[in-house]
Every structure is written in C-alpha cells, then in structure tokens.
C-alpha cells in the first residue's frame, strides 16, 4: 500500500489514480511507447533465423520503465540534493572498479555482473553527471573562466574513467551534456564555441598542421573579443590550443585502440576497408537503401534475416528500420523523436526553478546527441562509435537510465503544471 497524500493506492489501483493521469504529459508517455513496441518487431526480425528473443527482454524491461516513470514522477526532484554528491562518489568508485575487475566484452570491460546480469555502470554515470551539473549550476554566474573549473572537474572524473574501459561513444555523450547545460546556465556562446574549437585544433594538428598558424590566432581573437582579463585569458586560450594541438598526435598514437582509430579512419572512406572496418557502415547504408519509400515490411527484411550487420540489434536497430519501414517509417520515428525532444525543452522552459530546468535540458542534450550520433553513423554521415538509439537499441541498462530520465522530466512538468494553474 502506497500512500500518495490523502489517497492511498496499491495494486491495479495505480493506473486509476485520477489526480496523477489529469496533469500527467502524455508526449512523455506516448513516444517511448510506440518506439518501444517498434523496436520489439525491429529486434525480434534481427534475430529470427538464430531464434534468440531479446525483444522480449526489451519489452519487460520497458514496461518496468514505465513503471519507473510513474513512481519518480510522484516526487519533487528537490529533495534529491542531499544526495547528489555522496551518488557521484560512489559512481566514481563503482566506474572504478570497473576498470580494474569489470566484465569484459567486445574487447572492452564495461560491465558488472549481477544476479546474472550484466549492468553498465557508465549509463548511470550520465544521469549521475546531469544531477550535479544541475546541482553546481544552479546559482553560477559566469563572469570569467574560473567559473568552468568545478563543472569541467566534475565532468572530467568520469570521462576519464569510461573513456580508459574504454567506451568512446559515452565518454562523448558526456561532453555533450556539459555543454548542454553550461549554455542553458547561461555561458557566452563565444565560450562554448572556444572549447568546441578544441576538435578542430585537434584534427588540424593530425591532418594539417599548416592550418594551425590560421586557426589558434582566430581563435585567440574570439577570445580577446569576449572574455574578461582580456590580455591574460587570451594568453591562456591560446597555449591552452597550441597545448591540444602537441598532444592529440601523441593521444591518436599512443591512448587510442586500434579498433578505434580504424574507426574514425574507415568513416571518411569505408570502401577502404569493406570487409573489415568499413563493413558495419557499408552494409548500414545498403539496408537503409533497399527499404526504398515504404519498406519490405515489419520482419520482411532479407537483409536484416541474413544477418549482413553483426550486433543489428544494438547500435545499428535504425538500418532495420530503414529496411522495413522505409523513408516514411524512418522519417516518422525521427518526427516522434523530434516531438519529444521539443517537448523536453518546453519543460525546461516552464520549470519551476533552475535545478529543475538544468536536469531537463541535460536530458534533453543527452538524448539529441544519442539520436543524431546513432542516425548519422548508420547512414554513413558519421563515424561508428557505439551509440545506441535511445529506447529503440537493445540494452537494458541504457533502456532504464531512459525511463529514470524521463521519470524527472515527468516530475518536473507536472508541478510546473500544477505552479501555472495555480497562478
């Protein structure tokens, strides 16, 4: 028996809790519900020959979510505060020991292993990472760099050891949230920019380095232009980027996978390679092709029944969809995505104070950096780097760090609801 104020409710009696369904936003309900369902028909075509059935793991796993969302969406995220830096801590020592004793799989030790199954701690990580940037955030003013240290620590911590598992496509959804939220607290654009210029230092350093002698100076200018202590901070942007732009051949050579560097290599040339690194992303774009406008049709594929993507189940879930729904059923799912992400940021916007609104908008990036990483590398528009598509790849722990996140996105609507009508 639960006692949600003056009512109390137990069993089948949760989905009739009148007060809880008249303010609930069904956007938040009714998107990853159909994307779950599709991706059930999408995972279960992926496995058909070889009979195995994670769809239906997916699916439980999903309708637990669900049941996750409804229960946070009960609570006022601000009595989480008290608990955000003993959570981050014991993220850090969990991604710790991962490193050292995790379980290995596809040549990276990612995993624990618990009660027979296996829970990716760096998932968690990124919902850990949203609630203290919320948290540092709150009340930050940014009037000069100094500002940036304690997000950027907090933020490098667990980067550094997801990164060293190593898992590269976390490791950057990371730095996605960060600035995600640095900008919506309010951080000159010219700043985000500045740290954002750091890829092209970097890419410049390994592929033209003549470039570099153009770029820092462009760079130096904008920070002249924009940052208080004129002289001494720009001073510091620029060796900061002559630094980045010495160490990044030495981190291509020397911290890199191999596995990795083919990666981001084989993305600006697949052919070079179509047996090998290129074969992922070739025969991606193949699948998506042969759907044509309508698709062969729900468990219709050829393709995906021939198994010609390894792991189509996971990161590659959208060349299925591509095959059997076609152009329209692609462009439908990205609309519903679309939808929700909109969504997000009016929740956000309409947040009743600003911890509230920084946890939603760091979902928010998190989930727009998943989508356009996870489509663009399955249409061969950017590199593999092991990003799944949110509520559509199959991955349980990922699936429930979705619904948790979307359990405080609910949370957070509906007392903005509730402040409005009040009003």
Partial sequence: MIDFGRKKISGLNLIRNKKFWKNVDYIIWIVPIILVHL?????????RVIGITDWYQHAIMAYIGFLIIYFIAQFPLEGLRKYIFPIYLITLLILLYVNF???????AQRWLSFAGFNIQ????????????????????RFADLSHLTKPLLVSFLPWILVFLQPDLGTSLVFGAILLGM????????????????TLVTGLLACLYK?????????????????LPKKKLLTLLVILFHSCIAKITPWFWLNVLKDYQRDRLIIFVDPTQDPLGGGYHMLQSKIGIGSGGLIGSGLMQGQLTKLKFIPEQHTDFIFSALGEE???????????????LIFRLIRISIEARTNFESLIVIGIASMFIFQIMVNIFM???????????LP???????ALLVNFISLGFCLSVSRRGQSIRKNL
């Fill in 378 to 388: 399955t249409i061969g528009l950017g590199p593999v780097t092991g990003i799944p």
């Fill in 121 to 140: 701690p760096s998932e968690v990580a990124k919902i850990t990472l949203i609630l203290v940037l919320a948290s540092i955030l709150d009340r930050r």
């Fill in 101 to 107: 004793s995790g379980t290995s799989a596809l040549g």
């Fill in 325 to 339: 729904t076609g152009f329209l059923g692609s462009l439908l799912v990205i609309f519903l995505f679309f939808i």
């Fill in 391 to 397: 509520f559509m790849s199959y991955g349980r722990t």
């Fill in 39 to 47: 991706s059930c028909f999408l995972i279960a075509s992926t496995q």
């Fill in 210 to 226: 003549i470039g570099l002698i153009i770029w820092i100076p462009i760079i130096g200018f904008l920070a002249y232009k924009s």
């Fill in 182 to 197: 640095l900008y919506w607290s309010g951080m000159p654009y010219e700043w985000a920019f500045i740290i954002l210029a």
